[in-house]
């Protein structure tokens, strides 16, 4: 039974990394677009009167 506790936790674990690493890879491919588009408002917003 402690075996089957330890593959359970390793798995879970396992599998966390691997959601982390997806959600950190998605914010890495949209992030240049996020900040483009504070850079564009900022330039707007900069350039009024």
């Known amino acids: 039974m402690r075996k089957a506790r330890v593959l359970l936790a390793v798995y879970l674990a396992y ?3 691997y ?3 997806l ?3 998605a914010l890495a491919g949209a ?3 996020i900040l483009m588009g ?3 408002e900022a330039a707007r917003v900069g ?3």
Request: hydrophobic share 55%; net charge negative; charged share 15%.
């Open 15 to 17: 599998m966390l990394e």
């Open 19 to 21: 959601r982390a690493e």
């Open 23 to 25: 959600f950190l890879w």
């Open 31 to 33: 992030l240049p677009l």
């Open 38 to 40: 504070v850079w564009t």
């Open 47 to 49: 350039s009024s009167p």
